[in-house]
T-cell receptor, first 111, second 112 residues
Framework: GEDVEQSLFLSVREGDSSVINCTYT??????LYWYKQEPGAGLQLLTY?????DMKQDQRLTVLLNKKDKHLSLRIADTQTGDSAIYFC???????????FGGGTRLMVKP | DGGITQSPKYLFRKEGQNVTLSCEQN?????MYWYRQDPGQGLRLIYY???????QKGDIAEGYSVSREKKESFPLTVTSAQKNPTAFYLC???????????FGNGTRLTVT
């Protein structure tokens, strides 16, 4: 079955870049997603990438996809205190009818 | 504004009681999902529905039930058979995968 792994915690200083990493197992995944969750709230879609792409950039966010290693990363440039949250990566399953989520990476931004 | 509404935000129940969590969307999405989130953990899929009057079990369906009588509504019942019901429950919808999921703000259920 599908499995998505993320590191638990990342701490950065305000103004630095943050890189959140994710590995996945399903090589047939067509879409991979990044979501952000603030305390006590639902998940907010940040960005997603098609599996035939290597990179996608959207303002301060850059997603890199290494299909060979099944590795996905999210880079946040000029990280702000408002970026402190839990970040989840997710992939579509084989049947394409549900998402499998990683355990989430808690990003702490220090002023 | 279109969105997904979950109610209530906080819910308290005594052990042995069934409880129903509400999820309504006005995005005209076909598919709806229920996830459970435990502290420090990711999301686990409970049930999903891709069309009215049809739904499928997810990874942790035991002790839960759902219905999908209307496109806009996908209520989740946590039954007394669910051994550890205290958790944060998230409802989501999408036009259809792989279109991204849109999430509600969640219901925190505490059972004592």
């Amino acid at each position: 079955g599908e499995d998505v792994e993320q590191s638990l915690f990342l701490s950065v200083r305000e103004g630095d870049s943050s890189v959140i990493n994710c590995t996945y197992t399903d090589s047939s995944s067509t879409y991979l997603y990044w979501y952000k969750q603030e305390p006590g709230a639902g998940l907010q879609l940040l960005t997603y990438i098609f599996s035939n792409m290597d990179m996608k950039q959207d303002q301060r966010l850059t997603v890199l996809l290494n299909k060979k290693d099944k590795h996905l990363s999210l880079r946040i440039a000029d990280t702000q205190t408002g970026d402190s949250a839990i970040y989840f990566c997710a992939e579509t399953n084989n049947a394409g009818n549900m998402l499998t989520f990683g355990g989430g990476t808690r990003l702490m931004v220090k002023p | 504004d279109g969105g997904i509404t979950q109610s209530p935000k906080y819910l308290f129940r005594k052990e042995g009681q069934n409880v129903t969590l509400s999820c309504e969307q006005n995005l005209n999405h076909d598919a709806m999902y229920w996830y459970r989130q435990d502290p420090g953990q990711g999301l686990r899929l409970i049930y999903y529905s891709q069309i009215v009057n049809d739904f499928q079990k997810g990874d942790i369906a035991e002790g839960y039930s759902v219905s999908r009588e209307k496109k806009e509504s996908f209520p989740l019942t946590v039954t007394s058979a669910q051994k550890n019901p205290t958790a944060f429950y998230l409802c989501a919808s999408s036009i259809r995968l792989p279109s991204p999921l849109h999430f509600g703000n969640g219901t925190r259920l505490t059972v004592t």
